[in-house]
């Protein structure tokens, strides 16, 4: 039994509200990130020597922080390139520092730390403490919190965007299962019905899709971490839409 004229629109509609869903969630999982990637770039723990050790001594404690787990990168900072950054950030507090006496800035290392380190950040610096007769060690909590905040949201986004394209796959072999024999026998009218089911229920996702990119454009100007999700992911999308389209037209055939 084929379907009238009239029952297109909803079909339409169908993909049309399944583009805007699917959109939305890729465009989330993308900002998720590129939110995470850019607060870890700039994330680092800031290990503050109290005293100015020898070159070979910076050396050996240099390569046992790197040598620590969780460990991505470890970059010296000495007492001069302390004040050089310094004074590129704000040279009228260098000139009022300097005229009070020596460099008053201490050597420090600077360490990135991996997915797992940035959980276990705590132990991670009470096993780095041993280590030399530190100064101070300072991180931000708020940007650790947010990172993982990013990553959970991103791979929540990610783990309903697979239920959705695994719920696509069963619908097209739950279909092949049941009806994929008796549909043998069709003719080229019921397969063009079909394939215009699914070009619509396609059209109605991409059409979807272009809709939450007009809403979400103006945010470019507001976001320096915007980014819209990649190709492959959009025709996964579509894929899923037009796999929906055929399967509800395969159904109808068969009733």
Request: one cysteine or more; charged letters at 25%.
């Amino acid at each position: 039994m084929t379907a009238g004229p009239k029952r297109f629109v909803p079909l339409f509609l169908l993909g049309l509200t399944a583009g805007v869903a699917g959109e939305s969630l890729l465009f989330l999982e993308r900002q998720c990130e590129s939110v995470e990637r850019a607060l870890r770039d700039d994330f680092r723990v800031v290990l503050f020597l109290r005293k100015e050790p020898e070159e070979g001594k910076r050396k050996i404690l240099e390569e046992e922080l790197r040598s620590l787990p969780q460990v991505d990168e470890v970059r010296g900072i000495t007492r001069a390139e302390a004040l050089a950054n310094l004074r590129r950030a704000d040279p009228e507090l260098v000139e009022s520092v300097v005229l009070v006496g020596d460099n008053p800035l201490h050597s420090a290392f600077e360490v990135r730390l991996d997915d797992a380190g940035l959980l276990r950040i705590e132990e991670w610096i009470s096993s780095a403490q041993g280590l030399a007769d530190w100064g101070d060690i300072r991180y931000k909590p708020s940007q650790v919190e947010a990172i993982l905040q990013a990553q959970f949201y991103g791979r929540f986004l990610g783990l309903a965007l697979s239920a959705i394209v695994c719920l696509a796959a069963a619908m097209a072999l739950g279909w092949v299962w049941t009806a994929g024999r008796r549909a043998r026998g069709w003719g080229r009218r019921e397969l063009a019905h079909c394939a215009v089911h699914s070009l619509l229920a396609a059209a109605g996702a991409a059409l979807g899709g272009g809709l939450v990119f007009l809403l979400v454009l103006p945010m470019r100007q507001l976001s320096p971490w915007w980014s819209w999700p990649a190709a492959g992911a959009q025709a996964a999308l579509l894929a899923c839409a037009a796999v929906g389209g055929w399967t509800l037209c395969a159904d109808r055939q068969e009733a």
